[in-house]
């Protein structure tokens, strides 16, 4: 039986384990915590994932236990829609709703999915040797056909491949994410953008929300937890529109996490060297303004299940996986770059001709969306 070794517990390795798996491989994954702990507080499941978390059988449990993201848009801080999309219309559209849902529960449902005794939990790589697939491990010694790397955005063994690769760089902004008990008010999926700063509201199931917001700032801004994080929270947003204040207001501090945001600006040249695929953030770490790095990391590991019966496939792999996550990445940094303008003259440039475009181009923001969201895994 063919074997894989899968490095690093999170979405995309998971993902990818419960794929290699369903197509017959002996799967082992490495997670260096103790328990399972998904980074960050919730995920938007967009269409294209979704189809491809069908493959592997989890998208119609996801749904279930999802909220739909509903009709949503861009906002002034002053509580002015900027843009909308109808959440109708994108269903038809693109055949699927964005499912909005703890990152959690999505990490539950594909560990459940996986055959007992395959995920080390505690299990730290020391290296791994893209030549024999050797993982060593503190434990000792895992060879297998194929090692997948799903390591995170400062990975190890991207380093270890591509030596010469400058790795992640700062983008000059900080976020926060949190997840906090639902106010007594309407609320719907937004993003509003102020002179540098971001605010997104996205209503949850069991009446809670997600937000997340971000900042201009200088590196080092990094914190897990704690009343100064929602107190800079409160500072910087206390005076946007409703419900923004008030969800802050009923946010328990100890939900508040604070990280600096790092891309990789500069793409691989590939996705793989010997044995080894790179996947997710450890591939193609990307801004979160599509709301697209958990997705494309979940697309990676459908693809590479689908295409790599050995190591000599993965160069499919990479050609088929690089200029999409290239293109994805290069998109999401730019409109991350619009949206924390500070100059005032350029947001009023920046949100006068989003307003505008809206009005003349029906759907807009839906239509630059096409080419991500009609995307389907392979047959």
Wanted: proline content about 8%.
């Amino acid at each position: 039986m063919r074997r894989a070794t899968v490095i690093g517990g999170g979405i995309g390795g998971l993902t990818a384990a419960v794929a290699l798996q369903r197509k017959g491989w002996s799967v082992t994954v490495c997670e260096r915590a103790p328990e399972l702990r998904p980074v960050g507080a919730a995920i938007a499941v967009a269409a294209n994932a979704l189809k491809a978390l069908d493959v592997i059988g989890v998208g119609a449990p996801l749904r279930e236990l999802s909220a739909i993201q509903g009709d949503a848009g861009i906002r002034q801080p002053n509580g002015r829609w900027l843009t909308r999309t109808n959440e109708a219309v994108a269903a038809r559209r693109y055949g699927d709703s964005v499912s909005l849902v703890l990152r959690s529960t999505l990490v539950e449902l594909l560990a459940e999915r996986l055959r007992p005794g395959s995920l080390l939990l505690g299990t730290v790589v020391r290296s791994v040797d893209p030549g024999t697939g050797v993982v060593t491990t503190e434990e000792g010694e895992i060879t297998a056909d194929l090692v997948v790397a799903a390591d995170g955005i400062h990975s190890a063994v991207r380093k270890a491949l591509f030596p010469r690769h400058p790795g992640p760089v700062y983008t000059g902004v900080t976020s926060w994410r949190l997840i906090a008990p639902a106010p007594d008010l309407p609320l719907r999926a937004s993003e509003t953008w102020g002179r540098g700063r971001v605010f997104g509201v996205i209503p949850l199931a069991d009446r809670l929300v997600y937000c997340y917001a971000t900042d201009t700032a200088p590196p080092g801004g990094t914190a897990f937890a704690g009343e100064k994080e929602k107190e800079e929270l409160l500072r910087r947003f206390r005076d946007w529109h409703p419900p923004i204040p008030q969800i802050l207001e009923l946010t328990d501090p100890a939900k508040v996490i604070r990280h600096d945001l790092h891309a990789l600006d500069t793409p691989l040249p590939a996705f793989h060297r010997g044995r080894v695929a790179l996947l997710g953030d450890a591939a193609h770490a990307m801004t979160p303004n599509l709301g697209q790095g958990g997705c494309q990391a979940i697309e990676d590991a459908v693809v590479l299940a689908h295409l790599v019966d050995g190591p000599d496939d993965l160069p499919a792999y990479s050609a088929a996986r690089l200029p999409r996550t290239t293109r994805i990445a290069r998109r999401s940094r730019t409109i991350g770059r619009i949206s924390s303008l500070r100059n005032p003259l350029a947001v009023r440039l920046r949100d006068g001709g989003l307003a505008l475009s809206s009005r003349l181009i029906p759907h807009l923001m839906l239509r630059s969306m096409d080419d991500v969201l009609q995307w389907r895994p392979p047959a």
